[in-house]
Structures are given as structure tokens and as C-alpha cells.
T-cell receptor, first 114, second 114 residues
Framework: GAVVSQHPSRVICKSGTSVKIECRSL??????MFWYRQFPKQSLMLMAT?????????EQGVEKDKFLINHASLTLSTLTVTSAHPEDSSFYIC??????????FGPGTRLTVT | ELKVEQNPLFLSMQEGKNYTIYCNYS?????LYWYRQDPGKSLESLFV?????AVKQEGRLMASLDTKARLSTLHITAAVHDLSATYFC??????????????FGRGTQLTVWP
């Protein structure tokens, strides 16, 4: 099956700094990728839809200036958490949509803001 | 507002026993997804149910979809320890121009003991 990677898998950053998370589709092209966040022992919440070559679409309640998304190529989307705070600590999971509309999830990135 | 309710949220069962997890959703949808998540890991796709009456089986797991009742079930037969994980159902979000946006239930944490 299709493979989606994320980098880094874990990151610890200080409050006030920014951190970038990469999501790559390794063996297929994805014009659409999604970013989710998951708090411990809770469900996944869709944050935004990342569209190659255009602006991301954010779900209601998600701050677009806080979570910057760039989908610069058909295989790469990045999520930058700007001016991170401890409440941004979470597990961030991306997914990528194939041309056949099958969705594959990345392994996740655990962000800890100290 | 779309609601996706899973029950039970926690399930502890003995090896060899059978049980069913339920997923109710509040909007019309002709498809539903089931995922498995192991602790600290991302999502593994289990089933994609694409129509009313769809039934799919893989090993000890069988999923079904009743779009009229807005209900999906995940049935576990003769549980084994390896099935211990959290199981999520997800329904496509309506609205917007992008397919693939998913709304997840809260998950059912399954523990299978000897």
C-alpha cells in the first residue's frame, strides 16, 4: 500500500519558538493532504486541508496564523506551529489522499512544548 | 453539527469471547471507515464501507454499515490479545469542496485479557 512519512517523529521545543513538521507521500502523488491533532486518549480532530499549489483550508476554530500549512509539491506538505505554547503539545498526524481517494495516514509527530 | 458516537468507549474482554462495537452518526453518509490505533502509533485502516448493507471481514473482525439507521458495527469474534488497541470509526465531513475530510468518533479502547 501507499506510504506516508512524517518528520520528525518527536520534537521538544521551548515555548515561543516555532516548529515545522513535514508530511511526505513516498510512492504516490497527493494533491490533497490533511492535518489532524490528537490529544492523549482522545480522538483525532481535523485541523486543515492542505491543497497543492493553493492555500490551506482550515476547520472552524483552528487558527491559521498559528498553524501555517504549505503544500509546495505533490509529495510534501508542512505544518509549522508558530510561537508554540504548552497547550500546543499534542500528537499531530497527517494523511494523504491518492488519486483514487484512498487516504493513508502518516506515523504521527509528538510535539512537546516546554 | 455532525456527531459520531462510539460505544462502548472502553471494552475489556476475555480471550475467546465475542463482542460488538457500535458507531452511530448523525448525518447522512454512504460511507464509513474503521481504523485501528496502537498506543503511540498512527492509524491503520481496517475497513472502508462504501454502501448500505456493506459487510467486510478480515480475520476476527467484521464490519457492517446500515446507512438508513446511520449505524456501523465492528464485530469481534473469538478475541485474542493481539486485538488489544483503540478502534475508531470515521465519517466523511460534508461541505467544502474537498473529499476525504473525516470526522472521527472518540474511539473504543479494547483490552483483551487471557
Amino acid at each position: 500500500g501507499a506510504v506516508v512519512s512524517q518528520h520528525p517523529s518527536r520534537v521538544i521545543c521551548k515555548s515561543g519558538t516555532s516548529v515545522k513538521i513535514e508530511c511526505r507521500s513516498l510512492d504516490f502523488q497527493a494533491t490533497t493532504m490533511f492535518w489532524y491533532r490528537q490529544f492523549p486518549k482522545q480522538s483525532l480532530m481535523l485541523m486543515a486541508t492542505s491543497n497543492e499549489g493553493s492555500k490551506a483550508t482550515y476547520e472552524q476554530g483552528v487558527e491559521k496564523d498559528k498553524f501555517l500549512i504549505n503544500h509546495a509539491s505533490l509529495t510534501l506538505s508542512t505544518l509549522t506551529v508558530t510561537s508554540a505554547h504548552p497547550e500546543d503539545s499534542s500528537f499531530y498526524i497527517c494523511s494523504a489522499l491518492t488519486m483514487e481517494y484512498e487516504q493513508y495516514f502518516g506515523p504521527g509527530t509528538r510535539l512537546t512544548v516546554t | 453539527e455532525l456527531k459520531v458516537e462510539q460505544n462502548p468507549l472502553f471494552l475489556s474482554m476475555q480471550e475467546g469471547k465475542n463482542y460488538t462495537i457500535y458507531c452511530n452518526y448523525s448525518t447522512t453518509s454512504d460511507r464509513l471507515y474503521w481504523y485501528r490505533q496502537d498506543p503511540g502509533k498512527s492509524l491503520e485502516s481496517l475497513f472502508v464501507l462504501l454502501s448500505n448493507g456493506a459487510v467486510k471481514q478480515e480475520g476476527r473482525l467484521m464490519a457492517s454499515l446500515d446507512t438508513k439507521a446511520r449505524l456501523s458495527t465492528l464485530h469481534i469474534t473469538a478475541a485474542v490479545h493481539d486485538l488489544s488497541a483503540t478502534y475508531f470509526c470515521a465519517v466523511p465531513l460534508r461541505g467544502g469542496s474537498t473529499l476525504g475530510r473525516l470526522y472521527f468518533g472518540r474511539g473504543t479502547q479494547l483490552t483483551v485479557w487471557p
